[in-house]
């Protein structure tokens, strides 16, 4: 006797699949979009998972983040980044 048939196990492979799909990068954003819609995705994924600590720290990110950032400004910390020498 087969546990599951071809279909059911397709369906919840699909069904556990969808959430990898949804959390990839939305092609063309970047800088602060990209930020916004990925503390956004995580947002929903808190929610998603009852975590109300998190969701509102997340909500505290985002509007950090809205009020506060700049393609310009990310920009010149990844300038940083990249010229500061690493110490050994």
């Known amino acids: 006797m087969k546990l599951l048939s071809p279909l059911a196990l397709f369906t ?3 069904l556990l699949a969808t959430p990898l799909l949804a959390a990839e990068e939305q092609p063309g954003l970047s800088g602060c979009a990209a930020k916004k819609q990925a503390i956004a995705e995580q947002i929903e994924q808190a929610r998603a998972h009852g975590n109300a600590e998190q969701q509102a720290g997340l909500e505290k990110a985002l509007s ?3 009020a506060n950032c700049t393609d310009a400004g990310l920009r010149k910390e990844r300038e940083q ?3 500061t020498p690493v110490m050994k």
């Open 81 to 83: 980044k990249c010229s």
């Open 12 to 14: 919840v492979c699909s």
């Open 64 to 66: 950090e983040v809205n």
